[in-house]
């Protein structure tokens, strides 16, 4: 029986963010968070065990350095959770510009954690997937579930997973500006880690995003979306203003990016709702619902944004065994 897996994992978005860990060295996050899996982004990745040692390459080309080193360090995972020492051999299709901001760590090790586990012989459930997923990149945990997730920021391992949130019918759609595809300045996992430990503005971010958490379960399951808008919008934002709050400042916004923020809100006040979320790099998502998601595309078209990708939710993680 070959020893062979492949999966095809979602990109997500966060509505409220994770931005901050408690603890590193289990990947636990300051706070909860909840988002929205994208149909138009994802990983395809296949695993076959029973090598002498790890190779893992992506969109063709091998993952050296730093990037092999954590595909390694997550396969030990696997390996310890399967009680081998065999190494694997990763091979990892992206639909997302690696590093662009547009999440791929998240579709990536949501894709990786379940087709090595899955090919190791490991019969996961989706909430011990979502924890295994979450210890190769902390928003992976949340791509092992379709549309709408919520992750728990939790008090140990074993509580800090993502599940399924269900959509009251809000119709939600997500219209993506990119505004700069190349490589991003600074990754996530070092700007949280300077903003947690630099920026006087780390403690308000956490204090102010559990009450943004709340909020947006409530506004979820009211089906509001215009509450689930505003939240969206202005817990970015928050988490952005705590980056600015470190030393050095981290800012990932272009000029481009500010250019959408403004048209966003413009768009709002000729009543087409929509409102706008930025994560570790220049680009806008922006949350609208689905029968606006044509005009906003069109609009951010017009605006001379070149590149711009429409999502509606996507589904969770999918594995197949290749016996
Ligand atoms: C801004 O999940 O990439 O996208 O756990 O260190 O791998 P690590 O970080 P990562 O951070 C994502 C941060 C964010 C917000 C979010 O997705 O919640």
Redesign the pocket.
């Given at each position: 029986m070959s020893e062979r897996a492949t999966a095809v994992a979602h990109s997500?978005?966060?509505l409220?963010?994770?931005?901050g860990?408690r603890d590193e060295g289990i990947?636990l996050?300051a706070t909860s968070?909840v988002?929205l899996t994208l149909d138009a982004y994802s990983t395809r990745t296949t695993v076959e065990w029973g090598r002498d040692t790890d190779t893992a390459e992506l969109d063709g080309a091998p993952l050296a350095g730093e990037a092999g080193a954590r595909v390694t360090r997550f396969l030990d995972l696997v390996r310890s959770l399967a009680g081998r020492s065999d190494g694997a051999s990763v091979i990892s299709r992206n639909t997302v510009p690696t590093a662009a901001?547009l999440?791929s760590?998240?579709s990536g090790?949501a894709a990786l954690a379940a087709a090595a586990s899955s090919a190791a012989g490991l019969d996961l459930a989706p909430r011990e997937l979502s924890i295994l997923a979450?210890k190769?990149?902390?928003?992976?945990a949340?791509s092992i579930f379709g549309d709408l997730a919520v992750?728990f920021a939790g008090d140990d391992d074993a509580s800090s997973f993502a599940e399924p949130v269900t959509d009251p019918g809000l119709d939600l759609a997500m219209v993506v500006a990119v505004v700069d595809a190349g490589v991003k300045t600074i990754?996530?996992?070092a700007a949280?880690?300077l903003t947690a430990e630099t920026s006087p503005y780390f403690p308000a971010w956490v204090d102010a995003s559990r009450t943004d958490f709340t909020d947006m379960l409530a506004a979820i399951a009211a089906s509001d979306f215009t509450r689930v808008g505003e939240l969206t919008e202005s817990n970015a934002m928050r988490?952005h203003a705590s980056m600015l709050g470190a030393t050095p400042p981290v800012s990932y916004w272009q000029p481009d990016s500010v250019r959408v923020l403004h048209l966003v809100r413009d768009l709002r006040s000729t009543g087409i709702e929509c409102y706008a979320t930025?994560?570790?790099g220049p680009n806008v998502k922006i949350l609208c619902q689905r029968r606006r998601m044509e005009s906003v595309r069109d609009a951010v078209t017009a605006a001379g944004i070149t590149r711009v990708t429409t999502s509606l939710p996507g589904p969770g993680v999918a594995v197949s065994r290749d016996d």
């Open positions: 997500n978005i966060a409220i963010k994770y931005w860990k990947a996050p968070s988002s901001g999440a760590s998240a090790f979450r190769g990149s902390g928003s992976a949340r992750w990754s996530s996992r949280m880690r988490m930025m994560d570790a």
